[in-house]
């Protein structure tokens, strides 16, 4: 008898909440101009700089998340210049050298469980401006953090307060890659806001690939500097969607009713299910499960086993007969899809 395997390998393994296909099905013959200049685009700018509390800010549609950090990171550096970013940051360990490729380098910065801290950055600068070298070196410019970041852990308020201070120090930007943002936004002991995010960053995006939508994200700029032209280095990067309207229509359901926040609830909360499971069956876990990526260490005889019910990410190879894997939960998935992973 083959078992058909349930899946926890990504949050993107299934199409798009039920709410946004049929509003994509019911809108597929309205015709309207192009490139994001649609009636639905507006209406999911006016949604998103409201839920943020940035009437000023400018908010840009992109249809993934790399094609948003190439752009941005782009946008916001000088030719010398080069962006902090974790050892474990997305720029850093998963995107092909696409930064790279726009002729900026990424500059690693050890972490602790994914997390950059206010004082390794300030040390990385220090150093910099201490150097009489300097002048030879890439010069820091912007500061990359990722929230959740890639082990899935989250920032509370007072560290990416702490961070803003130090970027001020040092005339840096601040961008907050929120590719997951439904999912950090209501983990249990969250306390950013997407307002106080608005506030305490530069730029940052609203991921909708991860959180629900077939496709797209969100960028919302605070930047003065860097609104002006800004389509232009959108269209010269490729990322100038012509059915744009397609991203924009999605963000409005998103954000018209609290869907967005709903998703992120339904993610956690089966994550937190899936990982008393692991707890119940003594697996321990790599970093403590905060929100809907899961990170737990297995022998081969457990990864094997779990392998046969279902699809899920080895991140580490085996040493001493163990390895890290991860287990990823979105608003597709179903308590009895837990239930068959340890049936």
Known sequence: ?????????????AGCHPDLLKALVETNTVQTTGYGLDPYSDEAR???KSACGVPGADVHFFVGGTQANLTVIAGLLKTWQGVLSADTGHINTHEAGAIEATGHKVLVVPSHD???SADA????????AEDPTAEHMVQSGMIYLSHPTELGTIYKKSELVAIRKVADRWNLSIYIDGARLASALTAKGADLDLASIAKLSDVFSIGGTKCGALFGEAV??????????????????GGLLAKGRLIGLQFVELFRDGLYYEIGKHANSMAMALAEEFRAHQIEFFVPPVSNQLFVILNEDEA????????????????????????VTSYATRREQIDTLFS
């Open 46 to 48: 006016a949604l998103i």
């Open 220 to 237: 919302v700029i605070n930047k003065e500097s860097l609104k002006q032209d800004f389509r232009s280095l959108i269209k010269q990067r």
């Open 121 to 128: 950055i300030d040390l990385v600068c220090r150093a910099y």
């Open 1 to 13: 008898m083959t078992v058909t395997r349930v899946s926890f390998e990504n949050d993107y393994n």
């Open 114 to 116: 994914g997390l950059l």
């Open 304 to 327: 094997a086993r779990f392998g046969e019910r279902a699809v899920f990410e080895q991140i580490t190879p085996f040493e001493n007969g163990r390895g890290v894997f991860r287990f």
